[in-house]
């Protein structure tokens, strides 16, 4: 079994930076892909950028290419997700998501991932 904490959300301004963390633990790690999905209200949940735990190699959804940045760092077993220039549309609640590396679905499909977080607000005002 694998728990994923996320942590760092909050109430900022547009233009503004936030960086989330979540820490995994319960299985070794090169053997997971992370992630973090959002969900905004009366919307569905949407995919936002996954890592490769072994690789690095890193998925963006389209509309967060050149503001938001995923890594990892092995030694923490944490992955974060630096978002930058925030829009009040990335409103949502975020969420830390892991899969076994083994998956070869897609990304963006949230029935991929195996193992969610409880989430973390998002808040940007105009």
């Known amino acids: 079994q694998v728990q994923v904490v996320e942590s760092g959300g909050g109430l900022v301004q547009a233009g503004a930076s936030l960086r989330l963390s979540c820490a995994a633990s319960g299985r070794t790690f090169s053997s997971l892909s992370m992630g973090w999905f959002r969900q905004a209200p009366g919307k569905e949940r949407e995919f936002v950028a996954g890592i490769k735990w072994s690789s690095g190699m890193t998925y963006n959804e389209d509309s967060v290419k050149g503001r938001f940045t995923i890594s990892r760092d092995n030694t923490k077993n944490t992955v974060y997700l630096q978002m930058n220039s925030l829009k009040p549309e990335d409103t949502a609640v975020y969420f830390c998501?892991?899969?076994?590396?083994?998956?070869?679905?897609?990304?963006?499909?949230?029935?991929?991932?195996?193992?969610w977080g409880q989430g973390t607000q998002v808040t940007v005002s105009s």
């Open positions: 998501v892991a899969r076994l590396i083994q998956i070869s679905a897609s990304m963006t499909f949230p029935a991929s991932w195996q193992y």
